[in-house]
């Protein structure tokens, strides 16, 4: 591929996209790498210098102090697809990644079970829409990532009592939701990951006694038989306590539901999340993920690796082309 455009890789974190990169390079895929955290661009210049921009940038980014770089990673995409420069997972997949409300939105106009949700802009008016919902419930802020900033509450007169100590954590927007929780049976969920618009793998996500909202399928690092997975995003001592992973494949019915889900949100790659509830038995659709970190170690956890058939379709969509030997290499230890 020597002398093709580049792909461009737009990210922020430091660590989750190693194994990317590191695929990249031992296929010989030109690529460059964009600091969404400090870039900008000229709204009147001439077609960016790549084949394809590829987005990585992620909405816990404002945990990291870089909130500032979701808006205007908004405005990047906009004007890249404006001026018909290809994004793998563009515009449409960014804002359901940055708006849980919109996620919501989606799975009722799909007509897929999704928790009883109300939608605010101000703290002030949870407690009104809590009359409607039962507890417990949880408070979400609308741009959220990993489960960053998510709070329950077990009652209605400790949702008040939040509220007045001005307790209830903002979002970086200022819209929160407010959610009816239904806990995981087994106390487990479900992750169908996704790519162009097709079931790629599933895994279950044993969550551990007391386990938070915290949850990144890439920062699980330890099997449900004890043994320690291998991850860029989970340097040593980092490893998420008491959660363990597993392989898992859905049913077919729910297979076809992500595969609904990912196409109408425009997800290129992306992971959809799921819970059966204790509450009622019923299936539940909670989140929608387009900031895709697979599964640690993936090879020993689901039987071949993810990012081989992502950078296949990265290659294909910026129309590159790899040697016989590389593509052959590439193909080498997939199922």
């Not at 609308?142 to 209605?156: L, P």
Request: net charge negative; hydrophobic share 40%; proline share 6%.
């Amino acid at each position: 591929m020597s002398g093709s455009r580049p792909i461009a890789i737009f990210y922020e974190h430091p660590h989750w996209f190693e194994p990317l990169f590191a695929e990249l390079a031992r296929r010989e895929v030109p690529h460059v790498r964009l600091d969404a955290a400090r870039h900008a661009f000229d709204p009147s210049g001439g077609e960016e210098d790549f084949s394809l921009l590829f987005n990585r940038m992620s909405p816990s980014a404002w945990k990291r102090g870089r909130g500032e770089a979701i808006f205007s990673t908004r405005d990047y995409l906009a004007h890249l697809e404006s001026r018909s420069v290809p994004v793998f997972n563009g515009s449409r997949a960014f804002a359901f990644e940055t708006s849980k409300a919109l996620q919501v939105s989606l799975l009722e106009r799909l007509g897929l079970p999704v928790p009883a949700t109300r939608v605010a802009n101000h703290p002030s008016l949870l407690l009104r829409a809590a009359r409607d919902l039962h507890f417990p419930i949880l408070v979400k802020p609308n741009v959220g990532g990993s489960g960053a900033g998510i709070e329950r509450f077990d009652g209605y007169l400790e949702l008040v009592s939040a509220i007045d100590a001005g307790r209830v954590s903002p979002s970086l927007d200022g819209t929160l939701l407010l959610q009816e929780y239904h806990a995981p049976r087994g106390c487990s969920i479900v992750r169908v990951e996704t790519l162009e618009g097709r079931y790629l793998y599933g895994i279950r996500i044993h969550l551990g006694e007391g386990a938070g909202f915290d949850l990144c399928p890439a920062d699980v690092c330890k099997t449900v038989d004890g043994e320690d997975l291998v991850s860029a995003a989970c340097p040593a001592g980092a490893a998420k306590a008491g959660l363990t992973v597993e392989t898992f494949e859905p049913s077919a019915e729910v297979i076809a539901q992500a595969e609904r889900i990912a196409r109408a949100a425009a997800l290129d790659v992306g992971g959809i999340e799921y819970l059966e509830s204790t509450r009622d038995g019923r299936l539940y659709f909670y989140d929608i993920n387009a900031l895709s970190n697979f599964v640690a170690d993936p090879v020993r956890v689901v039987g071949f690796d993810p990012t081989e058939r992502l950078v296949d379709a990265l290659v294909a969509r910026a129309g590159l082309e790899e040697s016989d030997e590389l593509a052959a290499a590439a193909g080498g230890g997939r199922p």
